[in-house]
């Protein structure tokens, strides 16, 4: 499903390597799906039902479509014989594995690195995890949790409440990591010869996003306070609400931004005013400015002031739902949303549309290779490229060792 006129080798820098996937939720998928969507040949292994994150609702229910497309999808009996011989069989043709699961499950099954590493010494095995090796190392976490315990929730809510970011954040910046460790890994192959484990974390991933508030502490002597009530570093940094109702961020950070604004609003006393002419003064004035600057604001439509921000080069923003984005002008006219059928629940069969991975290889986006899959809907395919005919294909339905 590539564009016409998308060079293979930018459209698909990983065509070639192929990857096997043990994953759920959100981290192990988020991996999966960034690799898929680079040209990696990805094969989701699931069980023989479909992944249970299919039958998520509620918060849960839009995590399947849009971290498991550009997959293919086996729905396998791990538990059986027969079906862990095959994930063998998949893996030995693979150059990575992919898996999340709560620690000592994969080792159970025999699919863990160690037990993989003698036949397979180039294999490179990512596991995503709650935490990486250390007194928490056996614990089971998710994102929420580490949320929890990383400082995150407490710097997102209101003094005295925490309260998680409003998207899977760190299931997707660990999965994030990941890749950028498997990267690694496969570049470093090509000198050794020999894979490696590498292992994500939810905990030290929560740690590293928040550490610039640690470095805040130790750079101030003084414990931050929750973003919601912080102390702004910059004099106009904040939502202004219109008469219209609607809102508008707008972020003046800069002097040269403070003389755009100042030019583009016909505010010559301010730009004149020496007091004002660096930020510092700027934040002495805050309260003052912010009282004046929300009346110059308030009755001009939200099309208005976003069109004279646009012309002077300043940061705004207007306040958006994730449903706004399915028609923003920005992503519909660059091709940032991907066409994608619904698999699972009452809207199965539907299309809709959901955002590509934010890259691009000069001005070439990563194509959708493959839809998101039915559960098992890749099973022939993938039995036939390990050499299985459909005669030796039947008895494995027959005993349920692999979806019908």
């Excluded at 690195?113 to 180039?122: A, F, G, I, N, V």
């Excluded at 995503?128 to 056996?138: I, Q, V």
């Excluded at 292992?199 to 750079?219: K, N, Y």
């Excluded at 730009?271 to 002495?284: C, F, H, I, K, Q």
Aim: net charge negative.
């Amino acid at each position: 499903m590539m564009g016409a006129g998308e060079p293979a080798d930018q459209a698909a820098p990983l065509r070639g390597i192929k990857v096997i996937e043990f994953t759920h939720m959100v981290m192990g998928p988020t991996a999966g799906v960034i690799l898929g969507d680079l040209g990696a040949d990805v094969i989701k292994v699931e069980p023989l039902k479909g992944d249970n994150t299919r039958r998520l609702t509620g918060s849960g229910a839009g995590y399947f479509p849009m971290y498991n497309r550009n997959k293919r999808s086996i729905a396998l009996d791990l538990k059986n014989e027969k079906g862990r011989e095959i994930a063998l069989q998949l893996i030995q043709s693979a150059d990575i594995v992919l898996e999340n699961f709560r620690p000592g499950t994969m080792a159970k099954l025999g699919l863990d690195y160690d037990s993989l590493k003698s036949t397979h010494p180039r294999l490179i095995y990512c596991s995503l995890k709650g935490f990486l090796s250390g007194p928490y190392e056996n614990r089971v976490a998710l994102d929420e949790v580490t949320q929890m315990m990383g400082g995150l929730a407490y710097m997102t809510g209101l003094p005295n409440r925490p309260l998680r970011a409003g998207s899977s954040v760190i299931d997707i910046t660990g999965g994030m990591f990941g890749v950028i460790a498997i990267l690694s890994a496969l570049h470093e192959r090509q000198t050794t010869e020999v894979g490696s484990h590498i292992t994500s974390a939810l905990f030290e991933t929560t740690a590293f996003l928040v550490g610039q508030h640690m470095a805040q502490q130790a750079v101030s002597g003084e414990a931050p306070p929750p973003m919601s009530v912080r102390q702004s570093a910059w004099a106009i940094y904040d939502v202004f609400q219109l008469d219209s109702g609607e809102r508008l961020f707008v972020g003046i950070v800069s002097d040269s931004l403070w003389y755009r604004f100042c030019e583009e609003f016909e505010l010559a006393e301010w730009a004149a005013d020496d007091s004002l002419s660096t930020n510092a003064g700027r934040v002495v004035a805050r309260e003052h400015l912010l009282e004046a600057i929300n009346r110059l604001f308030s009755p001009m439509s939200l099309q208005a002031l976003s069109d004279r921000l646009d012309r002077a080069g300043l940061p705004f923003a207007p306040i958006n739902t994730p449903g706004d984005l399915f028609n923003d002008p920005h992503l519909t006219a660059s091709g940032g949303l991907l066409p994608l059928h619904l698999t699972d629940g009452d809207r199965a069969g539907q299309q809709t549309t959901l955002p590509r991975l934010p890259v691009e290889f000069g001005l070439t986006k990563p194509p959708l290779h493959r839809d998101v899959p039915q559960a098992g809907a890749h099973n022939h395919e993938v039995l036939s490229e390990l050499g299985l005919d459909a005669a030796a294909v039947a008895p494995l339905i027959q005993d349920s060792v692999i979806s019908s």
